[in-house]
C-alpha cells in the first residue's frame, strides 16, 4: 500500500501497476563479410526521418540477431548505413535478413560498390514490400505524365498533343488497374495502410480514398497502423470540399509575409503552380480572364509556388504579368503548405468561400470560368 499526506491527512491507496501491451521483435539475419560492422533496427518519426531504437554488431560468423520489444505492430527499417535500408513490418513474426555487398564496374571502368538487404517474414512482409514497389513504380509513371504533357504544350503541335493525352491515357489505365488489384487483395493486411499514405492520399481524390477505405476489414482498421491512417484521412478531408482550408503564412516576392486568413471575407482562388510548370503556364490566360472580370467585385487568387529558385519566381510572375498575390516557401515539392493540402500535382486549385470553406477543387479551362460565373451571380 502507498501512503500520501494532504495537508495533515494520510490517505491509503492501493498500488497499481498498469499492464502496457508490447509486441515482441525477433529479427535474425547474415551480413556476408559484415564482422564487426553494426545493423541498427529504426523507427519512422515521420515519412521521411528515422530513429534508431536498437543495434547489434555483426559476429565473427557474419551473424546478427535482434530482439526486443516495440509498442505496437509497426512499419520501421532495418539498415547497414543511411543510405542502405529496408522497411521491414515488425510484429510477432520473426524475420530473416540477408545483407550482401557487390562490386559492379562501369563501362569507363570504374567501380561501385553496392549494398543489398533482403528480407523475408510472413504475408504482412509482402505486401508491405510490394506495396513500395507499387508506390515506386506509380510515381514514376505520374512524373512520366507531366513530363509528356509539358513537352506537348511546349511544342504548340496538335499531334504531338493528341499522342501525348493517348499516351497519358493509356497510363492511368495501367496505374488505376494495378492499384485496384492491390487494394481488392490486400484488405485484410495492416501493411497495405502504408500503401494508403504512401500513395493513395496523395494521388487519389477523397472519395476514393474512402472508398478504398471502406472496404478493408475491421482487423485493418482496429489495428495500430489503422488508427493512425483513419487519422490521417480525417485530416484530409479538412483539404476538400466542404472542409474549412488551415490557415497558413509564406513570404511574398516583397519579402513580406501573407497569410491566408487575412483574405477571409473574398472569395479565393488558391493556385499551386510553379514557373517550370508547363500546364501551369497555359492556364495563365484563363486566369488573368476571370481576375480582371472578378477582382473588382471581391476575387482573390492566391499564387503558391513550388519554385525553388527566387530569380525564377519572380521572373514568371512578372513576365506573365501575374497581378494577383502570391507566396512561396522556395522549397519546391517540400513546401509544408503543399504537403498539408495534399499537393502532388500541378496545376492544384482550390476556390474558397468567403467563410473560408472549400467549394470547389481541381477545376481549370472553361468549368473554373463557369464556376466563377456562377459564384459570383449570386
Known sequence: ???????????????????????????????????????????????????????????????????????????????????????????????????????????????????????KGDREQEVLKSGQTLSTTASFFQLGKMITLSQALNSKDTTAIDSAKYKVAMIDSLIARSVQNYMDTTRNDIASTYFFERYLMTNQTLDEVLSFYDKLTDRVKKSAPGLVLKQKIED?????????????????????????????????????????????????????????????????????????????WKGAIERKGLTWKHVSSLKGWKCPIAQKFKVTGIPRMYIIDAQGKIIAQDLRGEKLSQKMDELFAK
Not at 36 to 60: N, R
Not at 69 to 76: L, S, T
Not at 289 to 305: N, P, R, T
Request: aromatic residues 8%; contains cysteine.
Open 1 to 119: 500500500m502507498k501512503m500520501k499526506r494532504f495537508y495533515g491527512l494520510c490517505i491509503f491507496l492501493p498500488a497499481v501497476s498498469i499492464a502496457v501491451a508490447q509486441v515482441p521483435y525477433q529479427i535474425e539475419g547474415t551480413w556476408e563479410n559484415g564482422a564487426g560492422k553494426t545493423v541498427f533496427l529504426q523507427k519512422y518519426i515521420t515519412a521521411d526521418s528515422l530513429q534508431a531504437i536498437d543495434s547489434v554488431k555483426v559476429a565473427s560468423d557474419f551473424s546478427f540477431s535482434l530482439k526486443g520489444k516495440v509498442k505496437e505492430e509497426q512499419r520501421m527499417a532495418i539498415s547497414c548505413s543511411p543510405k542502405n535500408k529496408a522497411e521491414i513490418f515488425v510484429s510477432i513474426t520473426p524475420l530473416q535478413v540477408t545483407i550482401q555487398e557487390k562490386t559492379t564496374t562501369d563501362k569507363k571502368g570504374k567501380t561501385h560498390n553496392t549494398t543489398h538487404i533482403e528480407v
Open 236 to 312: 484530409m478531408q479538412q483539404v476538400n470540399i466542404g472542409g474549412i482550408a488551415p490557415n497558413f503564412e509564406l513570404t511574398t516576392p516583397e519579402g513580406k509575409k501573407l497569410s491566408l486568413h487575412e483574405l477571409r471575407g473574398h472569395i479565393v482562388l488558391l493556385d499551386f503552380w510553379a514557373s517550370w510548370c508547363g500546364p501551369c503556364l497555359a492556364e495563365v490566360p484563363n486566369l488573368k480572364a476571370i481576375y480582371e472580370k472578378y477582382h473588382s467585385k471581391g476575387l482573390e487568387i492566391l499564387g503558391v509556388s513550388l519554385d525553388e529558385k527566387e530569380a525564377a
